[in-house]
């Protein structure tokens, strides 16, 4: 890791500082994308075969998993395993529904009607990676809100082993949360298949879920597209940005940066404190921890592209962390909630000594689907509204145009929309010559 | 305007009836407006002058407007407009403030806190449209939620007139509603200007706004780009869906048929109706109405690619509408209500016979920045929670670590991600410890 100090820095050395590792849509990863997504578009199924005994290494009899399939992975997954996702569904499910969009109905004037309605996204498809390991988590996360929000046909996608199956644990989950079909598809070519359709896979209006380069640039291709399918969000690798004072346990702290740096190769790691004691502490423990986790070769690369660095205060620790917008935003402080007010861009937040990163990944009942590589300044995490639109809706009396027609005469002369007055005029002559 | 009767078309015709004018990404336009956010992002202010002049066939002085540009502005307005600005802006103020979405607090288990809190994207840019007439109309649209959502710098782009001025009533709205800085730009460079910044023009973090093709093919390649821009949605050209029954006042629904075709020449119009007389009615009276408007050849044109189509009944009607997912749509029918339920897909929905388009246009108090080309299916029109952001917050106690702690740490096993793990189990056994 790098040891940095934030007040010695100018300010190419802070932009450095904050910097993530380098994701350009190199000119070869789009080439490469635009090629799998006119094939898919070309020969449908055909095509996915192809691509998938060439990147998953895995010949499919059928694209589709079968009831039996669905069956037997159930079967063969232990009880503990099975209460798990159970109890981490419930939790989801109890935050999503809580935090739902509700419906809004309002007299904006006497006898003007104005409502907010909603509806499901009818076709979504759901993304589940199972690169270095497969991830049932990701199934509820996405899975629990789709069937909250009443999404029509819900369709999910991961790549099968070469062995020609999907995860038991993915398709468990799936089940749980009342997804409708699932496809052993991978990469590029289940982004393409689910934004544009082929003899098996249904045409979805909406994408869902992280992935890796490849996935996230088709997912960008086919949400330009009018005839693809809109996405979530772009995704980037996964990360954390740990506020600590002096009083943390360097052995929480040191745990949790591993914790996302165990992700992948890419995944950043940022810890922040105005103690130098407590840096240096970290910095023991996460050497120390490190050396014992099955995945240290991948957690050595993630955090030799982070970094510790020294702030003077707990307040320029928010500054800092708001400019990086980090996905994850952990507060190991005294008082977090004293810090909180202050912060403008973060995916989802962890508050304390006692609320590690994993629970939120898992069970906590938030999302985990978040916004990362800067995107929190602008965008959420999935949620139910993520699966919804908010469609408004208004009724006006004859005594509502009476009171708001000559303002909307007025807007529309002074934007030369002649037809747009002459709606209105032409209705309240008529009124006028009932009344 | 041709007419069709649904029943009588095979898949293709029915396909074809519902096919919008093409929007493909032509190349020439993908790497014509490629080359302008190159020029912009290279050379800053000097590009955006040369582009100014080359388009708008305006030579700027400042980029910016300046305070005294704004005073005289407001000083030529008619007391009338301004009167209506304002009462249009309240309205839009009291809607859009019932529908901001609220915080959320919610425990998921004894000593598990899950919480939504909001927060307004920092940096916004608005792009307001001054093509064949200046839209004052939606710069109210954009500033009022950004208003309400607190964002702490609006930046709206408005393209000058030969002049070299703003329009005075686009200028007013903005200052009704709280905009921060206006600059003289237009098209794909002013696209390029919010989303990277120049010397002028600060950088945004998220844009919003209609525009023509460049600006709609700007605002997807700066989404795209991880150091570009957030944007609120694809745009297309403006259309309306009408479902009319016998009982319809054709002159009514001539008439918002018509304030739709205005916009533009690739706008487009659609009325579904299972009375033919109904039809026959509308047909004579958009021919008769459209001869009076002084766009009337604009209206001709867009009328030239639009639908009277012939519907068994008002479900199928429904129907129709749903696949189609109409920016508008009107519902000119008795009982409008009784439809609304199975309305699934629409930007926004008009009821009854006293509710033009237009009053939604303007001043009912929703917002009409919506959804166009189908993309109402995935996506809403903009609200104030397309300016916010959405984070998740989580404070687990020690009592709520050891309640679920155990299912993150079998689910973290399942996923092979072994220090997620400990960063769990490494807590509880300090928590055993202290026991």
Chains 1, 2 share one sequence.
Not at 198 to 204: A, D, I, L, Q
Not at 352 to 367: I, R
Request: glycine fraction near 6%; charge should be negative.
């Amino acid at each position: 890791m790098n040891r940095l100090d934030w007040n010695t820095l100018d300010t190419q050395g802070q932009r450095t500082a904050l910097s993530r590792p380098a994701q350009s849509r190199a000119e070869s990863l789009r080439a490469g994308v635009e090629q799998i997504v006119a094939r898919v578009r070309a020969d449908g199924d055909a095509a996915l075969r192809e691509l998938t005994t060439k990147f998953d290494r895995c010949v499919l009899q059928a694209i589709e998993v079968s009831e039996a399939e669905w069956s037997q992975a159930e079967a063969r997954l232990s009880p503990e395993l099975k209460a798990a996702i159970d109890e981490a569904a419930a939790r989801i499910d109890a935050f999503h529904r809580a935090a739902a969009p509700q419906p809004v109905a309002l007299d904006t004037a006497g006898g003007v009607r104005v409502e907010r309605m909603l509806r499901p996204i009818q076709r979504v498809g759901l993304y589940v990676p199972a690169g270095s390991a497969p991830l049932p988590s990701t199934a509820l996360m996405l899975g629990v809100p789709a069937r909250i929000a009443g999404c029509a046909q819900v369709v999910l996608c991961s790549p099968a082993r070469p062995d020609g199956r999907c995860d038991d644990a993915v398709l468990y989950a799936a089940r749980v949360t009342g997804v409708h079909r699932v496809f052993k598809l991978g990469g590029a070519q289940a982004v393409a298949a689910m934004a544009y359709g082929t003899e098996s896979v249904p045409k979805c209006d909406k994408l869902f879920g992280p992935g890796n380069a490849w996935v996230t640039e088709a997912k960008l291709q086919v949400s330009a597209d009018p005839e693809g399918a809109a996405i979530d969000m772009p995704a980037g690798p996964s990360e954390v940005l740990v506020i600590a004072d002096e009083d943390a346990n360097p052995a929480f702290v040191a745990a949790d940066l591993l914790s996302q740096a165990e992700h992948g190769p890419d995944s950043q790691v940022i810890l922040l404190s105005p103690s130098a004691a407590l840096l240096d502490a970290v910095e023991a423990e996460v050497a120390e921890q490190c050396a014992a986790l099955p995945r240290a070769d991948i957690a050595q690369k993630a955090l030799s592209q982070s970094r510790l660095i020294a702030v003077s205060s707990l307040a320029q620790a928010v500054e800092v962390s708001n400019r990086y917008a980090p996905e994850h935003l952990i507060l190991q402080v005294g008082d977090p909630r004293a810090l909180l007010d202050d912060i403008e861009s973060a995916g989802s937040v962890f508050l304390g000594a006692w609320t590690p990163e994993s629970v939120g990944d898992y069970c906590s009942g938030s999302n985990h689907v978040l916004p990362t590589y800067g995107y929190a300044r602008s965008y959420s995490g999935v949620s139910v509204a993520s699966f919804q639109k908010q469609i408004t809706v208004q009724e006006v009396s004859p005594d509502g145009l009476r009171a708001i027609g000559p303002c909307t005469a007025t807007l529309a002369g002074a934007e030369q929309l002649e037809a747009h007055r002459r709606a209105v005029t032409l209705r309240l002559a008529v009124l006028e010559d009932a009344a």
